[in-house]
Structure formats: structure tokens, C-alpha cells
T-cell receptor
Framework: NAGVTQTPKFQVLKTGQSMTLQCAQD?????MYWYRQDPGMGLRLIYY???????DKGEVPNGYNVSRLNKREFSLRLESAAPSQTSVYFC???????????FGPGTRLLVL | QKEVEQDPGPLSVPEGAIVSLNCTYS??????FMWYRQYSRKGPELLMY????GNKEDGRFTAQVDKSSKYISLFIRDSQPSDSATYLC????????????FGKGTMLLVSP
């Protein structure tokens, strides 16, 4: 099992450009999450999906959109990137029966 | 007041030392408590999971929860250089599907 995979690993964008971060899990989990991690700020929840077909806003959703494509895949889109969105983005999944979340390796995003 | 407070460190100890990592929280509704370990440039991985008050031991690691004081701890015995990482506490209110609230993490450095 690969667990949670994320692509790309690293990306540089210019202000105003758009991009989609991809996440997939092979653990048959119902719930999926997107976080950003910034120095001194910890992990902050952007969006989450309790199950296929549902999405909800987290703590910091502004400037982002998500799509739960199917049970395996949950993508995060930046429509018009801003320097404030420079961060490390983590995707996570859980089975919805316990509180345990399994994290991917992260995507490092630099917005110039 | 932040919901979860965690000293960012760094905490530097010699190999073999007993390490104590702590978090305090303000929301008395939290019932499920976790510790994640994050190596540099990697995603967080679950280390310990505890429900309500009490202790849980796993090898060199012991997690302790004191709900009356709103205080959780992670103890590492016989610390090793491979324990050098950032340790994040996390907690949630409900069982099953719910969002986690994370501390900002404590960086631990174990020197040989």
C-alpha cells in the first residue's frame, strides 16, 4: 500500500497563476483533509471531506477550492495564487471510525 | 487564548535522557488525544492515541492525559538520536468523523 500520495512534491508559481494539488489514498478511507503548515502557525485545516460527494470549510478556506473526485482522490485548487499561499500542503485521510489521520508527504509551494 | 498550546522548543537533550513533551488545552469537550511525530520535510505520522484520561504505553513512549487539568504529556525513555523530530499534539471532540485541533509542535533534538 502506498498510503496517501501527493503530487507534485514541489512547485513554484507566479502571483495570479492557478494550479491543482492532487491527493490520493489507497486505504479505502471515507474522510480526507487538506492542511497547510507554516512556521510558527502549525497545521491549519483548509478543507475536508467526510465522505465522497461532501466537502466542508476548515479554518483557512479563503483562496482555495476542493473537489472530492471519488473515494480515493481529493484535490485542492488555487485559482489565483498569492505569496501568502506559500506553504507546505499536506493531505490526510481517515476511516471515519477513529480519529486517526494518515498524512501524505506534502507539497512545497512557493508563490513569487 | 489558543485552543491548544505547545512550547515550540527546540528541546535539546543528550542520548539516553528521559524527554517530557506537553500540551495544554482550553476546550473541555476534547476527549481524544494524539501525538504525531514529524521528521524534517516529511508528513506527520501517528505515534500515540489516547481516549479520555489515563496513561498509555508503547515501548519507550508513554502518553498521559489529565483532563481535570487540561494537560497532556508524551514521555520518551532512553531517547535516541533517531527521536529527533517535531512532535505535534492533536485532539478532537467526537469519535468517528471529526476534525483535529493541532498544537504547533515541539522540536526535539537528541544529541549522541
Amino acid at each position: 500500500n502506498a498510503g496517501v500520495t501527493q503530487t507534485p512534491k514541489f512547485q513554484v508559481l507566479k502571483t495570479g497563476q492557478s494550479m491543482t494539488l492532487q491527493c490520493a489514498q489507497d486505504m479505502n478511507h471515507n474522510s480526507m483533509y487538506w492542511y497547510r503548515q507554516d512556521p510558527g502557525m502549525g497545521l491549519r485545516l483548509i478543507y475536508y471531506s467526510a465522505s465522497e460527494g461532501t466537502t466542508d470549510k476548515g479554518e483557512v478556506p479563503n483562496g482555495y477550492n476542493v473537489s472530492r473526485l471519488n473515494k480515493r482522490e481529493f484535490s485542492l485548487r488555487l485559482e489565483s495564487a498569492a505569496p501568502s499561499q506559500t506553504s507546505v500542503y499536506f493531505c490526510a485521510s481517515s476511516d471515519g471510525q477513529t480519529e486517526t489521520q494518515y498524512f501524505g508527504p506534502g507539497t512545497r509551494l512557493l508563490v513569487l | 487564548q489558543k485552543e491548544v498550546e505547545q512550547d515550540p522548543g527546540p528541546l535539546s537533550v543528550p542520548e539516553g535522557a528521559i524527554v517530557s513533551l506537553n500540551c495544554t488545552y482550553s476546550n473541555s469537550a476534547f476527549q481524544y488525544f494524539m501525538w504525531y511525530r514529524q521528521y524534517s520535510r516529511k508528513g506527520p505520522e501517528l505515534l500515540m492515541y489516547t481516549y479520555s484520561s489515563g496513561n498509555k504505553e508503547d515501548g519507550r513512549f508513554t502518553a498521559q492525559v489529565d483532563k481535570s487539568s487540561k494537560y497532556i504529556s508524551l514521555f520518551i525513555r532512553d531517547s535516541q538520536p533517531s527521536d529527533s523530530a517535531t512532535y505535534l499534539c492533536a485532539m478532537s471532540r467526537d469519535s468517528g468523523y471529526s476534525t483535529l485541533t493541532f498544537g504547533k509542535g515541539t522540536m526535539l533534538l537528541v544529541s549522541p
